[in-house]
């Protein structure tokens, strides 16, 4: 079982920064792939970025490439997704999900279905 427990969002002004982390429980931690998915008002939850289980592996979103970095520190049980040069286009909440990734480790997956872990979300919401 692994629990995940999000934070940093909040309201910011267009072209500013947050930091979301995504800390987990479990001793196995190191064998998930996690992925960052986001949902606004009437839309689909969509994933936005994920990470293998070293890292070495990643995937972004189109709109959110350039502006946006996953990464984890496997040693604190934490997963981050640090989002520049934000837009009002950004606001929703966001969940971060994890999915074990056995026998295989760096890999990712972008399909909501495949992760069995999620967190509760954090809000962020960008002001024009």
């Known amino acids: 079982q692994v629990q995940l427990v999000e934070s940093g969002g909040g309201s910011v002004q267009a072209g500013t920064s947050l930091r979301l982390s995504c800390a987990a429980s479990g001793r196995t931690f190191s064998s998930y792939v996690v992925g960052w998915f986001r949902q606004a008002p009437g839309k689909d939850r969509d994933v936005v970025a994920a990470?293998?289980?070293?890292?070495?592996?990643?995937y972004y979103l189109d709109s959110v490439k350039d502006r946006f970095t996953i990464s984890r520190d496997n040693a604190k049980n934490t997963v981050y997704l640090q989002m520049n040069s934000l837009n009002p286009e950004d606001t929703a909440v966001y969940y971060c999900?994890?999915?074990?990734?056995?026998?295989?480790?760096?890999?990712?997956?972008?399909?909501?279905?495949?992760?069995?872990?999620w967190g509760q979300g954090t809000q962020v919401t960008v002001s024009s």
């Open positions: 999900a994890a999915a074990r990734s056995l026998p295989y480790c760096d890999v990712y997956y972008t399909d909501s279905e495949t992760y069995s872990y």
């Open positions: 990470i293998g289980c070293t890292g070495r592996t990643t």
